[in-house]
């Protein structure tokens, strides 16, 4: 039995390059019971983040009592991480929501199911007749089912007519779906998970992937462990355990300040330019754009760049000959990039370095535009997020046309006459009073959204009317008008996509709790009851249960780049998720994009006519046309400005914030499981030694940091991060503090800025200052199994669990890849180039 608290990636099962990953089946149950205890085992994949692990949830006398991993599954092989063990299903028997609350007198208190709805369809009309559907904004997640999210789109754009509608995965994977719109015309991800086990060399740019997926990881491990391992290199300003390995591979650790992405990657640029690392011909047949790339890269010189990054010149000259130099790169990206300054811009880089050598779509070449919430691709394939379902154009007269005929609605009932309202500016239109309900689904923006005074602010104004629909009372139901209790994973059914969009069936394993019910009935109850019909009177959406919804999804995704057509719950169901494209050409899915260099960027394809990487502006469809992409990936360039807050001599250091491998964002699961609790209990502040020793700050110290916004206090670790840097972790709310004290959350201090093209925030750069409270002679509740170790380890106790995951290494054939395709789906033949 293993401690996977202790030891989170298990045991190593190393294999060669191109061979398959060796199956490896982690089960955790209840303490004293056994496999032949269980009643049921019901198929599902793990939701605590975007690997999208397959999984068997264990049921006894109705109750989840563990889990194992599903051994013949493409993503997991059987493999599990803590968060999937401990997370996933602990928190069932805890303080749930059991029956809708409505506010009366100021207080929270219960009602029945008709009280509440009733309560809102009133509001709702109100406000439908007083001001129209531009007074409703939705604000949904990353974590509900896609048959929920196709209802909400259907719902908002052709029951209600209302463009204020996107995800929490505005704060998560905007930039990967805007990154890929730029350079391949449209969202979807060009790897595979596979690609790990083919690679030369792997890059991580700002993904600490050790702790943030796992298993994920585990594959990286078992190949690092492996006769021919390959070369890894890690961009993230703290030394992370992927940042250890990457210097054990003979790789590098490239620590740049937080906020200068864009200056690094156009160093790497430039220098595979001027070293000759360009594929001319694949650049010449497949791309457009080189020339003003080159420009606009030129004054990158290794010099400059370690000035603007401080990092050493012969550390970028190192990463670049790695990666081009070797035959077959993978690449990953993620917050450290996508909640930075110039994020849309960086992570096209990105991109750009693999379409100069050609490397996108064979084996070991991949691209990983991460997600990070475990459905956040379906949030935005079905346009619950801020673009149109089925990766349309808002722009393209003909994609609303083939919607309002999908829908059989009007096509001036759904709302295009300007880009998809994105959630930060949904927030500006509930404090300023022009959005009057917001319809809050599966996220907690009262702990998660940056500059928490302001959202307070937003969320108690008289005006706005606040609906809340989670399975607990968090943070942000304090402040609702109406809570609705939804059931949650393993208590409802439906489907979900994983990074490398393998498509998962979740069943229903038991019964949600008191008077809780799933996402989709709550939204179909909403819409029966404001009775929404389409032009021939039926009522819409027309569906009633999870596999009705997604079928009519399948429709809506016929003959685009994310074809579900050829998959149905019975597919799904006792065998491995299956990757989309999959259709009558692609039966058994589409392991890869792209391999034919042909991309979906013709004008009557593409999802976006894209925008200026500086300044975010739209192309026009004029401007786009006149281009002539038509298959041909674009290389899309701009120049590094500085972050928008930068120290001074009043906040002189850098905050950056994040995760810690025990915990799942607000912690609403993970905060109620005994382990994952112990591991890591309180919040932290990590400061490097060399800062710590500056201001008098000693391990554990209680300091306070403060930006202009706000302040949190908090015991010191002192850690392993570069120097001006101070780290925070941003699980930490208020539900469990036993207080309400503002001085917790990450988010207090953090900024309301955000990216120009993707639109997501700023996390990742504030400008602080550190001062010392008191001294304590305790260590900082932070683990020391991870990037929060403690720079001197003697005298601070492991973090520790219990042996209780059982690990079965077996000799069963992995599951095999599905073929990779020759072309791809959605793009005309006139349009290929070859
Ligand atoms: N344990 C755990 N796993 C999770 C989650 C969780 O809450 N807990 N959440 C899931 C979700 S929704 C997401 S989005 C992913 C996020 O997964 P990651 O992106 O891997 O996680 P983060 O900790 O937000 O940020 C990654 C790294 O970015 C670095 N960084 C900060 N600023 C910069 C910068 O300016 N440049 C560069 N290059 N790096 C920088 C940080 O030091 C940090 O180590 O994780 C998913 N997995
Ligand atoms: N400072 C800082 N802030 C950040 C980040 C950062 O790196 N730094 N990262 C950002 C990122 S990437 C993300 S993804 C966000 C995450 O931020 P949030 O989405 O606010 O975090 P969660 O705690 O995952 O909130 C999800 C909520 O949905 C509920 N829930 C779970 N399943 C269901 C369901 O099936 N139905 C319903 N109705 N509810 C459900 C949970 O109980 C929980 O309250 O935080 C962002 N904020
Ligand atoms: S890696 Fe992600 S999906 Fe897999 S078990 Fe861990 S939290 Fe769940
Ligand atoms: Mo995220």
């Not at 200056?263 to 080189?290: K, M, P, Q, S």
């Amino acid at each position: 039995m293993a401690d996977r608290i202790l030891d989170i990636w298990g045991a190593r099962t190393p294999h060669a390059k191109d061979t398959p990953w060796p199956v490896r089946v982690d089960l955790h149950l209840e303490a004293g019971l056994t496999e032949s205890d269980v009643d049921r085992w019901v198929q599902s994949a793990c939701v605590l983040c975007s690997n999208g692990c397959a999984c068997d949830i264990a049921v006894k006398d109705g109750r989840m009592v563990g889990i194992r991993g599903r051994a013949g599954d493409v993503v997991n092989h059987g493999r599990l991480g803590p968060k999937g063990l401990y997370g996933s299903w602990q928190w069932s028997r805890t303080d749930r929501l059991l029956r809708p609350l409505v506010r009366r007198g100021g207080e929270l208190v219960e009602t029945d199911w008709d009280t509440a709805m009733s309560l809102i369809v009133r509001r709702s009309r109100e406000l439908l007749d007083e001001t129209g559907p531009l007074s409703h904004g939705f604000y949904t997640s990353g974590q509900l089912f896609l048959e929920e999210y196709y209802t909400l789109a259907v719902i908002g754009k052709a029951g209600l007519g209302t463009p204020h509608m996107d995800g929490n995965t505005r704060l998560c994977t905007a930039t990967a779906a805007a990154a890929m719109k730029e350079s391949f015309g449209s969202d979807g991800q060009p790897g595979s998970y596979t690609d790990i086990d083919s690679c030369d060399a792997l890059f991580l740019f700002g993904h600490n992937m050790a702790e943030t997926q796992t298993v994920l990881w585990t594959r990286v491990l078992d190949r690092v462990h492996g006769p021919d391992r390959p070369v890894i290199v890690a961009v993230d300003p703290r030394r992370t355990k992927v940042a250890d390995v990457a210097v054990e591979s003979g790789g590098v650790h490239l620590a740049p300040l937080p906020g200068t992405n864009l200056a690094l990657l156009n160093g790497l640029i430039r220098e595979l330019i001027t070293r000759g690392w360009v594929d001319h011909d694949y650049v010449t047949a497949h791309t457009l754009g080189f020339d003003e790339l080159a420009t606009t890269v030129e004054p990158y010189t290794p010099e400059e760049v370690a000035r603007i990054c401080r990092i050493d010149a012969d550390d970028l000259r190192r990463a670049a000959e790695v990666f081009g130099t070797s035959d077959r790169v993978l690449s990953t990206v993620l917050q450290g990039f996508y909640q930075s300054p110039q994020a849309t811009a960086a992570s096209c880089q990105v991109n750009n370095l693999h379409l100069l050598r050609g490397l996108i779509g064979e084996p070991g070449c991949g691209v990983l535009q991460m997600n990070g919430q475990p459905t956040a691709q379906n949030t935005r394939e079905t346009g619950a997020d801020g673009d149109l379902p089925g990766f349309r154009n808002w722009d393209n007269p003909e994609h609303i046309r083939e919607l309002a005929e999908l829908w059989n609605v009007d096509p001036l009932t759904i709302p295009h006459w300007a880009a998809p309202t994105h959630a930060m500016q949904i927030w500006r239109y509930a404090e300023q009073g022009s959005i009057r309900l917001l319809w809050i689904s599966a996220t907690n923006p009262a702990v998660s959204l940056p500059e928490l005074p302001r959202i307070r602010d937003i969320l108690a104004k008289e005006e706005l009317f606040v609906v809340v629909q989670d399975g607990f009372r968090t943070e942000t139901a304090e402040y609702a008008d109406v809570v609705l209790p939804a059931a949650l994973w393993g208590e409802k059914q439906g489907t979900f996509t994983n990074v490398d969009r393998t498509v998962h069936l979740s069943d229903k394993a038991v019964e949600p709790p008191g008077e809780a019910r799933s996402d989709l009935d709550i939204f179909l109850d909403y819409a029966r009851r404001m009775d929404f019909r389409d032009r021939d009177g039926a009522p819409l959406p027309p569906w009633r249960t999870p596999e009705e919804a997604f079928e009519a999804w399948k429709e809506c995704s016929r003959g685009r780049l994310c074809d579900y057509t050829g998959l149905s719950y019975d597919r799904l169901r006792g065998r491995s998720g299956i990757p989309w494209p999959c259709n009558d050409e692609h039966p058994e899915g589409s392991d890869r994009l792209y391999a034919d260099g042909v991309f979906p960027t013709h004008p009557d394809v593409c999802e976006s006519y894209g925008r200026d990487l500086l300044t975010g502006g739209l192309v026009s469809p004029e401007q786009y046309k006149a281009m002539r992409p038509d298959g041909r990936a674009l290389l899309k360039a701009a120049e590094y400005v500085a972050s928008p807050e930068e120290p001074d001599e009043d906040f002189p250091f850098v905050c950056t914030t994040g995760r810690t491998v025990y915990h799942f964002h607000t912690r609403t699961k993970t905060g109620r499981s005994p382990r994952l609790r112990r591991a890591a209990p309180e919040p932290w502040v990590e400061l490097s030694a060399h800062d710590a020793a500056m201001l008098g700050i000693g391990e554990g110290d209680l300091v306070r940091v403060e930006s202009p916004r706000g302040r949190v206090e908090a015991p010191a670790r002192i850690g392993r991060g570069r120097d001006g840097v101070v780290f925070l972790p941003f699980h930490y709310g208020y539900w469990d503090s036993g207080s309400q004290r503002h001085t917790r959350a990450a988010n207090e201090l953090t900024l309301t800025e955000w990216d120009p093209v993707s639109k997501q925030p700023l996390y990742k750069v504030s400008a602080v200052r550190v001062t010392k409270l008191a001294a304590s002679g305790q260590p900082a509740p932070a683990p020391t199994t991870v990037a929060s170790a403690p720079h001197v380890p003697e005298g601070i106790p492991t973090t520790t669990g219990d042996d209780d995951v059982r690990e079965t290494t077996t000799a069963a054939e992995p599951p095999p890849p599905p073929p990779t395709p020759v072309r791809t789906a959605n793009v005309p033949h006139t349009a290929s180039k070859g």
